[in-house]
């Protein structure tokens, strides 16, 4: 599917948007989102902020992957669909619109003595999927390694899973609660290996390159970096008015700089 330019995006979406102020009713319109459980967290100040700017339409957020979600959209269950992919080819239709809003990156953390400075994709899948204890099996020194983990339910680590392990859990690894605990910890222990979202990186902190390409805003936003994560809204057919003014409002001004508060980096 052709993407279209930002300009030509967010006109021809704000041209439909004014019709949602000419089918103002008593009772309420609403919208439908569902699809990447991942984006729920990311759209939920947005879904308050648009609320607020049009208080006749109610807005449900549901999860259930971006698969099903897509299903849903097509066969006309939900009003709009979350993704945190692109659309396959044998997804992709005519009326399926699917509109890039931002992007965001996995940084891959260790401790600033550890003298690996890059892994393959496929050494990083080995550690998620517990096959390597010792730094020395992908080019490091002998000294063993220490997977820290944030439980299954944390969405940067869902992303990383969905990236590495199609999804599947990781071995439990030792266990921090956040990410300043993950932080801290990567910083105290040598042998460590820890992953947190690219908006919470200080200069203070080590990264590795995957796969030779160093994390950065310009390797995210071009999706370079193998450890990109791209967020997704998709429409279909011929979409109610007040979704079409949700699409609107998230493409928009307030939206991007919402998604930029949020730490992601927008895409136009």
Known sequence: MRRREALGVIGALAAVAPLVGACRRERKESVLIAGSSTMQKYLRSLVEAFEREHPEVFVELKAGGASAGLLALKRGSIDVATMTRDVTPTEDDLALRNYLVARDGVAILVHPSNPVRSLKLEQLRAIYEGSVANWKDVGGPDARLVMLTRGENVTTEHSLRDMLLG???????????????????????????GFESSHHVTPAMRTLAIDGVELSRL???SGRYPLSRSFYLALYGTPPPPAVAFASFVLGPKGRALLEREGLTVVY
């Open 167 to 193: 999804g599947d859990l990781m071995p439990s690894g030792a266990h921090v609660a956040d990410s300043a605990a993950m932080t801290k910890a990567v910083a105290e222990q040598p042998g460590a290996i």
């Open 219 to 221: 390797t995210v936003l």
